[in-house]
Structures are given as C-alpha cells and as structure tokens.
C-alpha cells in the first residue's frame, strides 16, 4: 500500500497531477477541492494516498488533507460508489458541504453531482450516516479561495484554460455538453482553469 507521496510537483493536469519522487514520476488523479491547494509546479508537495489494484490497472488517488483521505475511503466502501465516483463527489463538494448533505439528508444536493441518481444518493445518506459521524466540522476540508490570475489577452491562452476546464470536468465524469455549458456560465476573461473548473462545479451543484 502506497500511504504517503513526497516528492517535486512536474506536472497539473486537471484532475491528475505527475510527482516525481527520486527520480520515479507518479501519476496522481485527485479531487479539485484538494487539486486546488497545490503550489506550483516545481515545488515540493506532499500527498495523502490511496493505491487501488484492479485487473487492468492501478490507480494512485492523491490528498492534500489525510482526514479528506479517510472519507474517501469511506465513500468507496458504500454500495455503488467506486472510486472515480468518489473523486466526482470529493471534487463538486467539500468534505464539510458532502458531511452536511448526508447528515441533514439532502438527497437533492447529492443528485446533482454526475453519476448520482436519486436511489444512490438515498443509499449514500443511509449508509454513510452513522459512520461519518467521526467527521466533525472540526475535521473538514473547505476549498481556499484563490486570487484570480494575471488577464490573457492573446486567443490561444483563452483556448487552453477553457480546454483545461472540459478536460477536467469530462474526466470527473461530466457529460461534454453539461460541462461546456457551465464552462460557458462561469467564464470570464482573465481567468485561470482551476478557476474555471471550481466555479464550474459550483454552477452544476
């Protein structure tokens, strides 16, 4: 089990991230809300962990905040959530806002993350209810706010962070259509695309 990743940032590609630890680069997918405390690339980071083995792959998932770990963990226990699910949640909510939905029953803030219908997000509530209660406020993960970035004027600058946001978006399981659509809500000219993606997943929730 890989618990812990140290190492120098190469690359951020929404929602994965490139680590390279002496001289061995890991690829990490994370949740945006973690995505988006990062420093920058070339900079020393040090991640939370979870290595998941399947037949035909294996899957490094990445974590700012070990206690955001733990409620990943927690989520892919549930019936019908695996772990691309739990990226999904993790990153269209906090840990907090995802604690309060569930302790408060809110099953119409659950549906509207991708890939949650109605009796997976009552299934959730009821299977995560109780066990969650170890994850107080005390313990939550809120997503920093950031300042915007310097304006682009030039079209090609403008394409890659809007490129960025859909790729991102579509890989945490968005349909292309919903995803251009609050790219296209949220947009506006200086923007950076973790700003982009943030706002964007605000807009879907």
């Not at 995560?128 to 915007?148: C, H, M, Y």
């Amino acid at each position: 089990m890989i618990g812990r990743i140290q190492g120098t940032l190469v690359e951020k590609q929404p929602p994965e991230v490139l680590i390279d630890v002496a001289g061995m680069g890991y690829e990490i997918q994370m949740p945006m809300t973690s995505f988006y405390q990062l420093p920058a690339v070339g900079e020393q980071v040090t991640l939370w962990t979870h290595f998941v083995v399947r037949e035909d792959a294996q899957l490094l998932f990445g974590f700012c905040e070990k206690n955001e770990r733990g409620l990943f963990r927690e989520l892919i226990k549930a019936n019908g959530v695996g772990p691309k699910l739990g990226l999904t949640i993790l990153s269209g909510m906090s840990a907090s806002q995802f604690l309060s939905s569930v302790q408060h029953e809110d099953v119409s803030a659950l549906v509207a993350m991708p890939g949650i219908g109605k009796k997976t997000a009552e299934r959730l509530v009821v299977e995560l209810k109780d066990r969650l209660e170890k994850f107080g406020k005390s313990q939550s993960v809120s997503i920093p706010t950031q300042p915007a970035g310097a304006a682009g004027d030039a079209l090609v600058a403008v394409n890659d962070v809007r490129e960025d946001a859909m790729g991102a978006l579509v890989a945490l399981g968005y349909k292309p259509a919903q995803a251009s659509k609050y790219i296209d809500a949220v947009y506006q000219d200086g923007m950076e695309s973790e700003q982009v993606i943030r706002e964007a997943l605000r807009a879907a929730i």
